[in-house]
């Protein structure tokens, strides 16, 4: 039953921001409806990238699954699985790599920058994009949710399925990009920067645990600009813009429509009423998100599950690949 396939992951960095929520998490909640096969990864191996304490890890990978759940991924509709209980990523990241030449990951994005910032990297940090490449491509993935920011690892995928192909025959299909929203979450006190969970101010971002009080501090706080009038301008008004965006999101409805709701407001007022919106949408997540994290067992259990599905579909397709390759 080939077809369209999805495949995406997300590192388990504990409970995501709104930027994940509303840059990615909503639209593979969307995507889980439309395509006849979806996968969702939960990609662990990916974050041993950067030094990880084991505890935490451990916690973040629950915390990731329950959130996941909390937004509202189905485990019917979507395979949501650990990456490291599927052994056959590793494997497939390793003949791949070595398909792949050390200057084609030089350049890429990730690498310069993360490298730079600690002046030097592992090599699991450099041959990250490999095992995404592997990821994608165990389950012959069609479509691939992504940020921009990822559309070159992305076309590292491609070239891999062709050189693959090219080498031992035609095998995997060449994965698209399905471009997610450009909605981008600034962060609340440097609207000029994206808001990330390696922001250390806390002050910079909403998680989607924040408690009503914790949001409405934040969005309070939230750096705006001398003019008082609610106006959509990112280029001139990062900060209230960004306000405007979250609220149109929270809110669902237009950005048009938000501006319009916030006539005669100054940004004051303003933030009372973004305040709302983002508490709104988020308390049932957040409530969903307890209610997991107190029930151990059944996370685990769904993942299990998901682990188990997913490793169905990419086992035949790694035999497949040993026997090309000449295991
Ligand atoms: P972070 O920047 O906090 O490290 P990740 O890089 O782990 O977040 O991103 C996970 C997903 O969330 C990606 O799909 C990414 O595009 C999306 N994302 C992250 N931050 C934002 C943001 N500020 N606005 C919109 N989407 C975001
Ligand atoms: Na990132």
């Known amino acids: 039953a080939g077809g369209r396939r999805i495949f995406s992951g997300i590192q388990p960095t504990g409970v995501p921001h709104l930027g994940n929520y509303l840059g990615a998490l909503e639209n593979w909640v969307a995507l889980q409806n439309q395509y006849p096969s979806v996968l969702y990864s939960i990609v662990d191996l990916h974050s041993i990238t950067q030094p990880q304490d084991p505890t935490q890890l451990r916690s973040n990978i629950l915390d990731m699954a329950a959130s996941l759940l909390a937004c509202g991924i189905d485990p019917e509709r979507a395979i949501l699985f650990q990456q490291s ?5 590793a494997e497939l990241s390793w003949i791949l790599g070595c398909l792949t030449s050390m200057p084609r990951l030089r350049h890429l994005p990730q690498w310069k920058m993360k ?32 940020g921009e920011d990822q559309v070159q690892h992305l076309e590292l995928a491609q070239d891999l399925a062709r050189i693959f192909n090219h080498h031992y025959g035609d ?8 471009l997610s929203s450009t909605r981008k979450v600034k962060s609340l006190r440097d609207p000029s920067a994206k808001m990330s969970k390696s922001d250390p101010q806390t002050m910079a971002t909403i998680t989607i645990t924040d408690s009503p009080d914790d949001i409405a501090l934040k969005v309070r706080r939230a750096v705006t600009d001398f003019t008082s009038e609610v106006t959509f301008d990112p280029e001139t008004r990062p900060g209230v813009s960004n306000l405007v965006t979250i609220h149109a999101a929270m809110a669902m409805i237009s950005v048009e429509e938000a501006v319009s709701q916030a006539r005669g407001l100054d940004t004051g007022a303003y933030k009372k009423l973004v305040t709302e919106a983002v508490i709104q949408r988020l308390t049932p997540i957040r409530e969903e998100i307890e209610r997991l994290r107190s029930d151990r067992a059944h996370l685990e259990r769904v993942l299990a599950q998901g682990n188990s599905r997913a490793r169905e579909l990419a086992s035949p397709v790694l035999r497949e690949v040993r026997q090309r390759v000449g295991f």
Do not use: M, W
Not at 115 to 138: F, R
Not at 171 to 178: D, Q
């Open 115 to 146: 490298s730079k910032q600690k002046n030097e990297g592992s090599v699991g940090l450099y041959t990250y994009p490999v095992l995404q490449a592997a990821d994608i491509l165990l389950y012959k993935s069609t479509h691939v949710p992504v």
């Open 171 to 178: 095998l995997f299909p060449g994965p698209c990009a399905l």
């Open 85 to 89: 209980k599927v052994s056959e990523h």
